[in-house]
Protein backbone atom coordinates (compact mmCIF):
# COMPACT_ATOMS: atom_id res chain seq x y z
CA UNK A 1 0.00 0.00 0.00
CA UNK A 2 1.33 4.01 -1.16
CA UNK A 3 2.31 6.03 1.57
CA UNK A 4 2.04 8.94 -0.37
CA UNK A 5 1.03 9.61 -4.04
CA UNK A 6 0.87 12.27 -6.54
CA UNK A 7 -2.17 13.29 -8.45
CA UNK A 8 -0.96 16.67 -10.15
CA UNK A 9 0.50 19.10 -8.46
CA UNK A 10 -1.16 17.13 -5.11
CA UNK A 11 0.24 15.20 -2.76
CA UNK A 12 -2.38 12.61 -0.89
CA UNK A 13 -0.34 11.21 2.32
CA UNK A 14 -2.36 8.19 3.55
CA UNK A 15 -3.15 7.59 7.67
CA UNK A 16 -0.03 7.78 9.48
CA UNK A 17 0.23 6.06 12.98
CA UNK A 18 2.71 6.74 15.69
CA UNK A 19 6.02 5.27 16.38
CA UNK A 20 5.73 2.87 19.09
CA UNK A 21 8.26 3.75 22.39
CA UNK A 22 8.25 0.64 22.97
CA UNK A 23 7.39 -2.53 20.59
CA UNK A 24 5.16 -5.28 21.21
CA UNK A 25 6.69 -8.33 22.43
CA UNK A 26 4.27 -10.91 20.95
CA UNK A 27 6.13 -13.79 22.61
CA UNK A 28 5.10 -11.99 26.33
CA UNK A 29 2.01 -11.03 24.75
CA UNK A 30 2.50 -7.29 25.22
CA UNK A 31 0.76 -4.37 22.85
CA UNK A 32 3.08 -1.86 21.96
CA UNK A 33 3.44 1.39 24.12
CA UNK A 34 2.89 4.57 22.11
CA UNK A 35 2.97 7.89 24.91
CA UNK A 36 0.41 9.80 25.77
CA UNK A 37 -1.47 12.06 23.02
CA UNK A 38 1.14 14.68 22.57
CA UNK A 39 4.11 12.36 21.94
CA UNK A 40 1.97 10.45 19.29
CA UNK A 41 0.72 13.43 17.96
CA UNK A 42 4.64 14.57 17.76
CA UNK A 43 5.52 11.34 16.47
CA UNK A 44 3.25 11.62 13.33
CA UNK A 45 4.15 14.76 12.71
CA UNK A 46 7.43 14.30 12.64
CA UNK A 47 6.28 11.09 9.98
CA UNK A 48 4.76 13.12 7.90
CA UNK A 49 7.43 15.90 7.98
CA UNK A 50 9.86 13.04 6.36
CA UNK A 51 7.55 11.87 3.68
CA UNK A 52 7.12 15.11 2.60
CA UNK A 53 10.77 16.14 2.91
CA UNK A 54 10.99 13.03 0.46
CA UNK A 55 8.87 14.33 -1.86
CA UNK A 56 10.16 17.46 -1.86
CA UNK A 57 7.65 19.18 0.05
CA UNK A 58 7.62 20.91 3.51
CA UNK A 59 5.09 20.99 6.57
CA UNK A 60 4.02 24.65 5.14
CA UNK A 61 2.59 23.09 1.95
CA UNK A 62 -0.24 20.83 4.15
CA UNK A 63 -3.47 22.20 3.00
CA UNK A 64 -5.70 19.69 4.39
CA UNK A 65 -5.13 17.21 7.48
CA UNK A 66 -7.39 15.03 8.74
CA UNK A 67 -6.77 14.02 12.82
CA UNK A 68 -8.56 10.69 13.98
CA UNK A 69 -8.20 10.75 18.07
CA UNK A 70 -8.76 7.65 19.70
CA UNK A 71 -10.36 8.09 23.56
CA UNK A 72 -7.54 8.07 25.96
CA UNK A 73 -7.78 5.43 28.88
CA UNK A 74 -5.85 7.90 31.05
CA UNK A 75 -8.66 10.64 30.34
CA UNK A 76 -11.85 8.14 31.23
CA UNK A 77 -11.98 7.67 27.50
CA UNK A 78 -12.26 11.06 26.10
CA UNK A 79 -9.82 12.55 23.16
CA UNK A 80 -7.13 14.48 24.33
CA UNK A 81 -7.57 17.69 21.69
CA UNK A 82 -5.59 19.97 23.97
CA UNK A 83 -2.65 17.26 24.15
CA UNK A 84 -3.07 16.70 20.25
CA UNK A 85 -3.02 20.64 20.04
CA UNK A 86 0.21 21.10 22.27
CA UNK A 87 1.99 19.41 19.57
CA UNK A 88 -0.06 20.23 16.59
CA UNK A 89 1.33 24.42 17.22
CA UNK A 90 4.65 23.10 17.28
CA UNK A 91 4.65 22.24 13.31
CA UNK A 92 1.67 24.59 12.40
CA UNK A 93 1.63 28.36 12.92
CA UNK A 94 4.90 29.05 13.79
CA UNK A 95 7.32 31.84 13.02
CA UNK A 96 9.54 29.89 11.61
CA UNK A 97 6.45 27.73 9.50
CA UNK A 98 2.85 30.37 9.75
CA UNK A 99 0.87 27.84 7.68
CA UNK A 100 -1.85 26.14 8.93
CA UNK A 101 -3.66 23.71 6.81
CA UNK A 102 -7.78 23.07 6.77
CA UNK A 103 -8.39 20.40 9.67
CA UNK A 104 -10.93 18.28 10.87
CA UNK A 105 -10.46 16.41 13.83
CA UNK A 106 -12.45 13.44 15.12
CA UNK A 107 -12.74 11.08 17.99
CA UNK A 108 -13.41 6.93 17.01
CA UNK A 109 -13.80 4.62 19.33
CA UNK A 110 -10.28 3.00 18.45
CA UNK A 111 -7.61 2.58 15.70
CA UNK A 112 -5.77 -0.17 13.59
CA UNK A 113 -2.99 -0.69 16.27
CA UNK A 114 -4.08 -1.29 19.70
CA UNK A 115 -2.64 1.41 22.40
CA UNK A 116 -2.46 4.04 19.40
CA UNK A 117 -4.73 7.12 20.19
CA UNK A 118 -3.71 9.08 17.12
CA UNK A 119 -3.61 8.59 13.20
CA UNK A 120 -2.99 11.46 10.66
CA UNK A 121 -3.78 11.82 7.14
CA UNK A 122 -2.60 15.20 4.80
CA UNK A 123 -2.75 16.48 1.58
CA UNK A 124 -0.17 19.13 -0.03
CA UNK A 125 0.12 21.03 -2.81
CA UNK A 126 2.95 22.01 -4.49
CA UNK A 127 3.27 25.68 -5.22
CA UNK A 128 3.26 26.59 -8.74
Request: charge should be neutral; aromatic fraction near 6%.
Amino acid sequence: IATAVWSGDTLYVSGQLPNPTTPADPAKGTVAVYGDTRAQTDSVLRKIEGILKEQGLAMGDVVMMHVYLAGDPAKGNAMDFAGMMASFTQFFGTAAQPNKPARSTVQVSALVAPGALVEIDVVAARSK
